[in-house]
């Protein structure tokens, strides 16, 4: 499975950004997937999962409230909506799957990472 995430760019402290990340092999309708960050000098920590059909969804405590993850299965992509942006919120974010309907929120939970896409929020 390949993952491609994209939309990531520079906002404004308060604004949004949409993420999106389109997936290529496998069979995407049977992956968990999930979004990962890491930011500078920082370990890699969960943000948001999401089940093989949608109908379950996980966020890290930090933005719960101000993320939003779905999935489009006819479409192979997911998303990650988040909103009132902070400046701690400044990290690579990683699209991720898992080979399983549900999967833990730690990185070895997940099979499958993309190369990542930067997000910047500045205060």
């Known amino acids: 499975v390949q993952l491609q995430a994209s939309g990531g760019g520079l906002v404004q402290a308060g604004g949004s950004l949409r993420l999106s990340c389109a997936a290529s092999?496998?069979?995407?309708?049977?992956?968990?997937l999930g979004w990962f960050r890491q930011a500078e000098g920082k370990e890699r920590e969960f943000v948001a999962r999401?089940?093989?059909?949608?109908?379950?969804?996980s966020y890290g405590d930090y933005v719960k409230g101000r993320f939003s993850i779905s999935r489009d299965n006819a479409k192979n992509t997911v998303w990650l909506q988040m909103n009132s942006l902070k400046a701690e919120d400044t990290a690579i974010y990683y699209c991720?799957?898992?080979?399983?309907?549900?999967?833990?929120?730690?990185?070895?939970?997940?099979?499958?990472w993309g190369q990542g896409t930067q997000v910047t929020v500045s205060s």
């Open positions: 999401i089940s093989d059909s949608g109908s379950f969804t």
């Open positions: 991720v799957a898992a080979r399983h309907a549900w999967a833990p929120a730690v990185p070895d939970g997940f099979d499958y």
């Open positions: 092999g496998g069979t995407f309708s049977t992956y968990a």
